[in-house]
């Protein structure tokens, strides 16, 4: 059954929400046969996201989505089928009105943030009746099998594992990158970390710790945020993509944003991922390595306890010592504090938390995905 899909995008700020809304779109385009129209009131972040793309067009299509400029002084437009406000972004008054007259009544959803909290399983996909007289139906994305599961492909992490075992594909994935990892002594070549992270104050310690490991660490930072804080280790200004710096056992390069797709294959290339937000968090799960994960920060402090909520679902089949050492890593970067001991800590707990990294993502992955969850609560709807 083919429907039609609105799916409202603000862009707060960074890349997140663009991120979760492409990816959402397409994977509706691509695997549920829908049509989809993708309104962005940023195309700047979307273009960066998806090389090609005009930041300038009222309209263009990538990977079969429409993707149309969400102007402020909106133009009438027909709605659809299923209409989506990603993260609690404001619908159009005149959209709204418009799905007001529209016979039938769209279903009208508005997907949240992820989290692991409890409290989450309480309120995915129940509705609220709006002041315009339609129901809004609340879904959200989460971990656990009573909310709306994870944004993943289908094939996903059948396409990883064939990749981990074609050393050649991964070699040239990373050469076209300009990435040629240092050969190790006895690994077969220096490990490698990516640093996709937000500003952190403590970042120096955890750099001296990677510098002075007697196995050397190929450390890929794509460009962005956290660069600051590179330099001022590096004791060098105005980084761009490719520069490569070594300082001791640690090599610090550079990375150009790439597609999300590409992005993937570098989370699958590394022995370790540091993401943050939402989006790359969820994709270094299924990249089945070990992680931090630097949350974006709330004013109020609430993401502390959504931390806390994931640390407590992650940490339940890991040994009681190997996860307070990941509770410590995590909490003392997201704190922005130093990184020496309970880095070194964590260190001893590699083997025990690349395993537990894997079983977690083939856990995760029996799950029904967030689009065909999505998918499957409209057809009970109508
Ligand atoms: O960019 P983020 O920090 O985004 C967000 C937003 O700030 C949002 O407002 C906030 O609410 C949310 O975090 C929690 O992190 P995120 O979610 O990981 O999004 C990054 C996207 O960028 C993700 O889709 C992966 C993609 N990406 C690429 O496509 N290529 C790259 O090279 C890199 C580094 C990332």
């Given at each position: 059954?083919?429907?039609?899909?609105?799916?409202?995008?603000?862009?707060?700020?960074?890349?997140?929400?663009?991120?979760?809304?492409?990816?959402?779109?397409?994977?509706?385009?691509?695997?549920?046969?829908?049509?989809?129209?993708?309104?962005?009131?940023?195309?700047?972040?979307?273009?960066?996201?998806?090389?090609?793309?005009?930041?300038?067009?009222?309209?263009?299509?990538?990977?079969?989505?429409?993707?149309?400029?969400?102007?402020?002084?909106?133009?009438?437009?027909?709605?659809?089928?299923?209409?989506?406000?990603?993260?609690?972004?404001?619908?159009?008054?005149?959209?709204?009105?418009?799905?007001?007259?529209?016979?039938?009544?769209?279903?009208?959803?508005?997907?949240?943030?992820?989290?692991?909290?409890?409290?989450?399983?309480?309120?995915?996909?129940?509705?609220?009746?709006?002041?315009?007289?339609?129901?809004?139906?609340?879904?959200?994305?989460?971990?656990?099998?009573?909310?709306?599961?994870?944004?993943?492909?289908?094939?996903?992490?059948?396409?990883r594992h064939a990749f981990e075992?074609?050393?050649?594909?991964?070699?040239?994935?990373?050469?076209?990158?300009?990435?040629?990892?240092?050969?190790?002594?006895?690994?077969?070549?220096?490990?490698?970390?990516?640093?996709?992270?937000?500003?952190?104050?403590?970042?120096?310690?955890?750099?001296?710790?990677?510098?002075?490991?007697?196995?050397?660490?190929?450390?890929?930072?794509?460009?962005?945020?956290?660069?600051?804080?590179?330099?001022?280790?590096?004791?060098?200004?105005?980084?761009?993509?490719?520069?490569?710096?070594?300082?001791?056992?640690?090599?610090?390069?550079?990375?150009?944003?790439?597609?999300?797709?590409?992005?993937?294959?570098?989370?699958?290339?590394?022995?370790?991922?540091?993401?943050?937000?939402?989006?790359?968090?969820?994709?270094?799960?299924?990249?089945?390595?070990?992680?931090?994960?630097?949350?974006?920060?709330?004013?109020?402090?609430?993401?502390?306890?959504?931390?806390?909520?994931?640390?407590?679902?992650?940490?339940?089949?890991?040994?009681?010592?190997?996860?307070?050492?990941?509770?410590?890593?995590?909490r003392n970067w997201n704190a922005?504090?130093?990184?020496?001991?309970?880095?070194?800590?964590?260190?001893?707990?590699?083997?025990?938390?690349?395993?537990?990294?894997?079983?977690?993502?083939?856990?995760?992955?029996?799950?029904?995905?967030?689009?065909?969850?999505?998918?499957?609560?409209?057809?009970?709807?109508?």
């Amino acid at each position: 059954m083919k429907a039609s899909w609105d799916i409202f995008c603000t862009v707060v700020d960074n890349f997140g929400d663009v991120g979760v809304t492409f990816r959402l779109a397409r994977q509706l385009v691509a695997e549920h046969g829908m049509h989809v129209r993708l309104w962005v009131d940023d195309l700047a972040a979307f273009a960066r996201l998806c090389p090609g793309a005009d930041a300038t067009a009222e309209q263009q299509w990538h990977d079969g989505v429409n993707v149309c400029f969400w102007a402020k002084d909106w133009q009438a437009a027909e709605p659809a089928d299923v209409v989506i406000e990603a993260f609690a972004c404001h619908l159009p008054a005149a959209y709204i009105e418009a799905m007001k007259a529209r016979n039938p009544r769209p279903l009208w959803l508005n997907l949240e943030y992820l989290s692991a909290e409890e409290w989450v399983t309480g309120c995915h996909g129940l509705p609220s009746l709006q002041s315009s007289g339609i129901q809004k139906f609340f879904f959200f994305p989460g971990f656990r099998t009573t909310t709306g599961g994870l944004l993943r492909e289908t094939g996903l992490i059948e396409r990883r594992h064939a990749f981990e075992l074609n050393p050649a594909a991964q070699q040239a994935f990373l050469a076209d990158l300009g990435i040629y990892p240092q050969a190790g002594a006895s690994q077969g070549h220096a490990r490698l970390i990516s640093l996709f992270a937000y500003e952190h104050a403590g970042l120096g310690s955890w750099l001296d710790c990677l510098a002075a490991d007697s196995r050397p660490t190929h450390l890929l930072v794509p460009e962005g945020r956290v660069i600051g804080d590179v330099q001022r280790w590096l004791g060098v200004e105005g980084l761009e993509a490719g520069a490569v710096q070594v300082r001791d056992n640690l090599t610090v390069q550079v990375l150009p944003f790439v597609r999300q797709e590409d992005y993937d294959r570098l989370l699958w290339c590394c022995d370790f991922n540091v993401v943050r937000g939402e989006d790359s968090f969820v994709r270094a799960q299924w990249a089945g390595k070990p992680l931090i994960w630097h949350i974006y920060e709330q004013d109020d402090d609430a993401h502390w306890a959504k931390l806390d909520a994931f640390l407590e679902l992650y940490l339940k089949e890991l040994s009681v010592e190997a996860g307070a050492a990941l509770t410590e890593v995590w909490r003392n970067w997201n704190a922005g504090q130093d990184m020496a001991q309970s880095w070194k800590t964590l260190e001893t707990y590699r083997g025990e938390l690349a395993a537990h990294a894997e079983r977690w993502c083939l856990e995760q992955a029996l799950q029904d995905d967030l689009t065909t969850a999505l998918v499957q609560f409209y057809r009970n709807w109508i």
